[in-house]
Nanobody
């Protein structure tokens, strides 16, 4: 079992930045890909970013490419999401998750994950 706790969400003006963190406890996650998803009210959960178990390669949704950066520190069992140039349409609850595999395109889809955090709210005002 893995428990995930996200933090770093909040209210920010358009154009601002936030850094989300997700700390894992329980079994090791260093051999699995990890990702971030988001869900806005009335919408389905959507992929934001993921990285492979080594942390040296990232996958991004087109809507955040060039603005968001995913990284991880395996020794700290933590994955980060640096969000720059925030837009009102980025407003959502953001969830981190542990993948079923070390890498691969399946990390773009919710079915590719075993464990999820409780989420952290990000609100971007115009």
């Amino acid at each position: 079992q893995v428990q995930l706790v996200e933090s770093g969400g909040g209210l920010v003006q358009a154009g601002g930045s936030l850094r989300l963190s997700c700390v894992a406890s329980g079994r090791t996650v260093s051999t699995y890909g990890m990702g971030w998803f988001r869900q806005a009210p009335g919408k389905e959960r959507e992929f934001v970013a993921a990285n492979r178990y080594t942390g040296d390669s990232g996958y991004y949704a087109d809507s955040v490419k060039g603005r968001f950066t995913i990284s991880r520190h395996n020794a700290k069992r933590t994955v980060y999401l640096q969000m720059n140039g925030l837009k009102p349409e980025d407003t959502a609850v953001y969830y981190c998750a542990v993948g079923r595999s070390a890498y691969g395109e399946n990390l773009r889809f919710p079915a590719g994950y075993d464990y999820w955090g409780q989420g952290t709210q990000v609100t971007v005002s115009s």
